[in-house]
C-alpha cells in the first residue's frame, strides 16, 4: 500500500516537474479566488464591515494573483492546443484569423456571464437585500472582471502575434525559396532560348554558306548558256531562270548577313559620313528602280549637319532596305516622303540625333504591329501580292541596334512610317573629327 502511494506522489511530482507553470497558474488563481471568496463571506453573510480603502488593498492583492495564474494558465493551454500549428502555405493567415475569432467567443461567452453576475450582486446590496455598509465589494466585482478579461486579452493577443510573426517569417523564407526557383527557371528558360537562337544562327549561317556555292555555279553556267544560240522560247525560259537565281541569291546573302548579325560577329568600320549625302547616293544608285516604281519620291532633307561617326557599308545597306521596302509596299501612284532632321538626343551630356524617316502610304492592309513585322520572313502584305522575301526589316533593326542606334515603325490607318535615330559622337560634333577607334555610343 505505501509503494502504492509512493508511486502516486512520484507520478504526481514528475508532472508538476513537466508542467510548473501550470502547476503555478493555478495554485496562485486558487489563491486569488480563496481571497475573494473570503471577502465575500464576511461582507454579505457576516456583515463585516471592510473600509473602501481596505478593501481595494486586498483588490490589488486579489487581482495580481488571479492575473499572474491567468497568465500561466492560459499560456499554457494556448501552447498545447496549437503546438503542432505551424504555417505550410498561404492559407495559414485564414486560419489564423479564424482562430481569433473563436478565441473572442469563447472569451466574451466566459466574461459577458461574469459580468451580468456581478452587476447583480451590486444590484441586490443595492436594493437592499444584503445588510452592508458601502457598495466597495461591489465595485471591487466589476473591476477584477474587467482586469482579468484585459489579462486574458494581452495573453492572447501576444500569442497570437508570435503565431503570425512566425507566419510573416515563414511567407517571407518561402517567397525567396519560391523566387530564387522562379529565377533559376527564367534563367534556364533564357540559356534554352540562348542556345536555341544560337542552334538556329548557327544553322541558317552554315545553310546560307553551304547553299551560295552550287548557286553562285547555277548563275554561272546560266550566264554561259545565254551566249549560246537558241531559240526564242529557250532563251525566254533561261531568262526566267536567271532572273529567280538571282533573287534567290540576294535572298541568301540578305539571310547570312542578318545570321551574322545576331550571332554578333557583324564587323564594323566607324568613319564619318553624311545621312544627307548617304540619301543622295541611294537615290542616284536606285534612280531607275524610283523612276519605274509609279510612285513619286518627295525628299525633305534638313540644311542642319548631319555628319555622324558609323559604319558607312551597313549604313548604306540600312537605308537601302527600307526604301526598298517603300518600293515593294506602297500603292502605286502615291507618295512616298523621305525625311532627314537632327533630333534632341542626351540632354544631360548634350547629344543631339540624326534622324531618318520614311513614310509611305501601304497598298494592303496592315494588321500587324512593329514586333510583327521586324520578325524574319515576316512580311505586312499576308497576301504575298508584291515581291519580298520578309527580311529587308529584320536586317534594319537588327543592324540599327548593331550600329547603336534605335529603329521604330509607326502605322497609322494606312500610312507606314520607318524611323531611324543615331546619336552624334560628341568629338564629331566639335571638331568635324571621328572620335578615333570607338563607335559612337548606342542610342536608347
Partial sequence: MATKWKNIIKAFLLRIRGNKRLFLGLILECAGAAFLFWIYWRVF????????????????????????????????????????????????????????????KLLAAVFIPALLLSYMAFNNQLNGYYYTYNLSFSYLLFATVLL?????????????????????????????????????????SIEKAARSEKLKVDLISNVSHDLKTPLT????????????????????????????????????????????????NIQLKPELLSMNKLIEQIFADMEDQIKNSGLHFVLLLTEQDTRLVTDNLHMYRICQNLIENALKYSAKGTRVFVKTFIGKGDTERNREKV?????????????????????????????????????????????????????????????????????????????????KPELAESGE
Fill in 45 to 104: 453573510y457576516y456583515g463585516v464591515y471592510i473600509p473602501t480603502k481596505e478593501m481595494w488593498q486586498y483588490g490589488v492583492v486579489i487581482n495580481l494573483f488571479m492575473a499572474m495564474g491567468v497568465f500561466f494558465i492560459l499560456r499554457w493551454v494556448l501552447k498545447r492546443i496549437y503546438k503542432n500549428w505551424l504555417p505550410q502555405d498561404d492559407s495559414f493567415y485564414e486560419a489564423w484569423k479564424e482562430k481569433w475569432r473563436k478565441q473572442q
Fill in 148 to 188: 482579468q478579461y484585459g489579462v486574458c486579452q494581452l495573453c492572447i493577443i501576444s500569442f497570437m502575434k508570435g503565431k503570425l510573426n512566425l507566419l510573416m517569417d515563414c511567407m517571407t523564407k518561402i517567397s525567396a525559396e519560391r523566387l530564387a526557383a522562379a529565377v533559376e527557371i527564367e534563367k534556364e
Fill in 217 to 264: 555555279s547555277m548563275v554561272g553556267y546560266l550566264e554561259l548558256m545565254k551566249k549560246e544560240e537558241m531559240s526564242d522560247t529557250a532563251r525566254d525560259y533561261t531568262e526566267v531562270i536567271s532572273d529567280k537565281a538571282e533573287k534567290l541569291k540576294v535572298m541568301i546573302e540578305s539571310l547570312f548577313s542578318l545570321a551574322k548579325a545576331s550571332s554578333g
Fill in 355 to 435: 534622324c531618318l524617316e520614311i513614310t509611305n502610304t501601304a497598298g494592303y492592309f496592315m494588321d500587324f504591329d512593329k514586333e510583327d513585322i521586324v520578325e524574319r520572313f515576316a512580311r505586312g502584305d499576308k497576301a504575298r501580292s508584291s515581291e519580298g522575301n520578309g527580311l529587308g526589316l529584320a536586317i534594319v533593326s537588327t543592324y540599327a541596334g548593331a550600329l547603336g542606334g534605335s529603329f521604330d515603325i509607326q502605322i497609322d490607318c494606312d500610312q507606314f512610317k520607318a524611323s531611324l535615330s543615331f546619336f552624334r559622337n560628341t568629338e564629331t560634333e566639335r571638331t568635324g573629327q571621328p572620335k
